[in-house]
RNA sequence: GCCGGGAUGGCGAAAUUGGCAAACGCACGGGACUUAAAAUCCCGCGGCCGCAAGGCCUUGUGGGUUCAAUUCCCUCUCCCGGCACCA
């Protein structure tokens, strides 16, 4: 018979909410922790991913607790964002009503799952409590000149219709529906994240618990690029055009330069030459030509010359001037030098178009290879040749020199070039937070005082989905009076990206109903930072580095102290059926709740957190469950045979349990909850082997050691085992390194370094003795009767290893 | 191409500093209990040879260092993720 689990988990979820046990606040003299999971969008029900990011967090939240730190583990709601807004279409009712409905659903659901929040610091995103201080946020910023509107090329989704920041854009696709992102030019609000580009980029070496894929991912994201701009003057003429250049070691053999075609001096250099008609066709060939074509690597570079020229300002060599779609007008300066014979690119478009090549870097160090000869581009390092006063330099050391050299005669200029780009914040949607922004004829763009936030959303919109910003067809939240100059004016009608309300989120948590500021400093000083953070991959670029950003603009306006949000990150794998991501368009989902109901919400959690360390990805398994749930009864009957149980002490049985508690507490510190469960079930073998002996302290440790992950049946065991207090105000069991201590040890005999046989030793026995008694046992006798013994080592308490 | 991660039984996985490869679980096989089944409890379970004792092989590939390598170094292959006509 299965053990009752549905009775005892709405026991104890009743108990822990009806005590608010997991809500605290600051207590001087106990150390904080702060554990916080990325909130979720409230979808109405939660998934696998959910639970396995949740049920992480929730164990050890309580591990923590038993350890008697006073752990913060809040939750909340990310609320706004567009599919309420589909929904609320398809549904026919507001995403204001459905997404409350999705968030009362989505709490029953967690709590059903047993997890240990603090239920009075719930927030939700969509309340005006919260996103005025968005908007007080993005006023602070405006004042700083960090917000700012330009008018420029931006991403935009067709199916979302709206903007995108670059951020959102994966793989040329809109990152919530896959849709190929298109180009438009429009005036957006930007949130100015370049200026923080060092310390973004700097302060990732100070991440050391961070997973090292994520800083990767950022460092990658930032881009940062060193080189030099070099100076090429136009023959015949005072213009000239700046390259970029990473590889300064390379210049004296620059043959040519290439211009992108979009490069704004292509049309008033090439007026009247001869090769103007060519090279406007061939513009204009490009321009019409897709941005995801062009960038295709099997499709051929092609180019045109111009018919200019220009001068090598390090050796004044008169070089063409061509254009080519291989050169981008996004990146540097739209304008490259060519060095074929040391760029693959620029050796495959010189030999197509016959242009002259010259060596300056020789692996060997002699000016002996014939730039005519080669096959392919030489990439490597070597020694400069052809290279006027730096010959016979390490072309690295090379570098260095010559880029400061050029910057001394006023030909160039070192520079350092970023991948990273402001952030677009502007949505054409409506369920969002209003831009607290109003445009008048007469006095421009206008901030809205701050005396006069929230600037609410108005409930009701008549948004359609047909595009256009749902806000501009509300008349009365449009039409405003001028704060400064009180004619009449207009709000603006975008709303800000959801990524802007989950940038400070957990500053909100420290101090929730706060109403003089987006948080009470006291209280961040007190919370902050957060000691464990705990959430998907895919935000290893959004969310992390907009939070990060958000945090260094707090820390500037002087509000807290710290420099980084989040002091640890554990990302978690995926969930995965058959191999493959579980979602609704595959038809592959497995419903928690259906496992819930069948084995119990502690089933579910121990499984989850045993099939694989929470790092890596994990395949569902039905069986997996089954043996969860056949395991948690086998712990529960134990409970009965510990009634009337009168043995005599197992010394085998302490020494497991101890070492089980050393082992046990040392993974669930480290989060390798998977082997802290096999201890666990090696300790509940153990006592079956011995159920003749007193079980009563093993088991125990038992209920101790598994109350993090499956809390309901620890508490509820805990009480049948004649406790009377929530095993949450029981201590950690703590173990005694004496009994670990072995009277006799078991040592590993190896002949040239193989197991051959294990002796048991006394164990305090010496070396010599240790090698004597391995040599004299009879199962040595056929190594070494025809062999000479070379060597013995020795690894005390361990092995003797013998050498012939 | 650059950066990061990875490859261990039929499967999920484990292995302190280099020191018993495969803990724990799943699946599978056998036994006990039962009229029977389920449940439960116990035993076995990398491959090859052997009646057995035991031996040989085995952590993606090839090499190296070492008394000893899943672990350290080098080479290559494949897989996952990020960036990229990035100059």
């Known amino acids: ?52 990011n949740y049920t992480i967090a929730d164990a050890y939240t309580r591990y923590k607790w038993m350890r008697g730190y006073n752990v913060m583990h809040p939750m909340g709601f990310d609320a706004f964002g567009q599919p309420a807004e589909n929904a609320a279409i398809k549904n026919k009712t507001k995403p204001d009503i459905w997404t409350h409905k999705c968030i009362e659903w989505m709490k029953k659901e967690l709590c059903r799952m047993g997890f240990s929040y603090d239920w009075d610091r719930e927030l939700s995103t969509c309340e005006s409590g919260y996103y005025r201080w968005n908007q007080w946020i993005f006023l602070k910023m405006f004042e700083k000149g960090l917000a700012y509107k330009k008018g420029s090329d931006v991403n935009w989704c067709p199916s979302c219709e709206t903007t995108l920041a670059n951020e959102e854009v994966v793989n040329g696709g809109c990152w919530r529906c896959g849709t190929q992102v298109e180009q438009k030019d429009l005036e957006q609000w930007f949130l100015k994240i370049t200026a923080y ?26 881009g940062k690029s060193e080189g ?3 100076y090429f003057r136009l023959k015949d003429s005072d213009k000239g055009i700046s390259v970029f250049t990473t590889r300064a070691d390379t210049i004296f053999g620059a043959t040519y330069i290439v211009l992108a075609p979009e490069h704004p001096f292509i049309k008033d250099m090439i007026r009247g030459r001869p090769q103007e008609k060519e090279a406007l066709n061939f513009i204009d060939k490009v321009s019409r030509q897709n941005k995801a074509v062009r960038s295709s690597e099997d499709v051929k570079k092609e180019g045109v010359f111009t018919g200019c020229y220009c001068v090598n300002p390090v050796n004044n060599e008169i070089i063409p001037i061509w254009i080519a779609d291989y050169v981008l007008m996004e990146y540097g300066t739209g304008a490259i030098m060519a060095v074929p014979t040391h760029d693959q690119r620029d050796f495959l478009f010189a030999k197509e178009h016959k242009l002259p090549m010259k060596v300056v870097i020789s692996p060997e160090g002699r000016d002996t290879i014939s730039a005519a000869k080669i ?22 050391e090379a570098k260095a020199k010559i880029a400061a050299w050029m910057e001394e005669k006023g030909i160039g200029k070192i520079q350092t070039r970023w991948r990273l780009r402001d952030w677009l914040i502007s949505r ?59 004619a009449p004016a207009r709000r603006e009608t975008d709303t800000m990206a959801t990524f802007f309300d989950s940038s400070w989120y957990f500053l909100r948590f420290c101090s929730p109903s706060f109403d003089k500021g987006p948080f009470d400093e006291r209280e961040a000083a007190y919370w902050m930072p957060v000691d464990q953070y705990i959430g998907g991959i895919e935000h290893a670029i959004l969310h992390l580095l907009y939070s990060r950003f958000f945090t260094k603009f707090f820390n500037d306006l002087g509000m807290i102290s710290f420099k980084e949000p989040f002091r640890k990150l554990l990302t978690q794998g995926m969930v995965l059926k058959d191999g493959e991501v579980m979602s609704k368009s595959r038809g592959n989902i497995v419903d928690p709740d259906s496992i819930i109901r069948k084995c119990g919400a502690d089933t579910l959690r121990l499984y989850i957190l045993f099939a694989a360390p929470p790092e890596t990805e994990m395949e569902w398994s039905e069986r997996g469950i089954e043996g969860a749930f056949r395991f948690l009864n086998r712990v529960w009957r134990l409970a009965d045979n510990v009634k009337g149980n ?36 090696e300790l509940v073998n153990e006592i079956y082997q011995n159920l003749d002996s007193d079980i009563t302290e093993a088991v125990h440790t038992v209920v101790r050691l598994i109350s993090p992950f499956t809390p309901h049946l620890a508490e509820e065991m805990w009480l049948r085992l004649g406790n009377k207090e929530s095993i949450l105000s029981s201590p950690w069991p703590e173990y005694e390194e004496k009994m670990l201590e072995d009277k006799v040890i078991t040592i590993i005999v190896q002949v040239n370094g193989k197991l051959r046989f294990k002796i048991n030793a006394s164990s305090g026995i010496s070396t010599e003795k240790l090698k004597e008694l391995a040599l004299a046992d009879e199962r040595m006798a056929p190594w070494i009767k025809e062999r000479q013994v070379r060597n013995i080592i020795v690894v005390p308490g361990k092995l003797v290893n013998i050498v012939v």
């Open 228 to 230: 030099v701009d070099i």
């Open 375 to 396: 096959s392919e581009a030489y990439e490597g390092d070597g020694i400069q040749v052809n290279s006027g006063q730096f010959n016979g330099l390490p072309n690295q």
């Open 646 to 681: 009168k043995g005599e002490r197992s010394a085998a049985l302490e020494k497991k349990t101890h070492s089980v508690i050393k082992e046990a507490t040392q993974d669930i510190e480290g989060f390798k909850f998977n082997t802290a469960i096999a201890q666990i079930m």
């Open 197 to 222: 580009k060092e310390r973004l980029l700097d302060d990732l070496k100070e991440l050391n618990d961070w997973p090292r894929r994520v800083i990767a991912m950022q460092n990658n994201w930032i």
């Open 1 to 52: 018979m299965a053990y009752p689990f549905s009775e005892i988990e709405e026991r104890w979820q009743k108990y822990w909410q009806g005590h608010k046990v997991f809500n605290v606040g600051p207590e001087p003299g106990r150390k904080k922790y702060y554990l916080l999971e990325m909130f979720p969008y409230p979808s109405g029900k939660i998934h696998m991913g959910h639970v396995r």
């Open 428 to 486: 054409q949607r409506y369920w969002g937070t209003p831009i607290p922004i109003i445009y008048c004829d007469k006095c421009g763009i206008v901030p809205v005082p701050y005396d006069d936030l929230p600037v609410e959303l108005p409930k009701d919109a008549p948004f359609t989905g047909e595009g256009g910003s749902p806000l501009s067809k509300v008349k009365e939240f449009v039409d405003v009076p001028c704060p400064e100059c009180n």
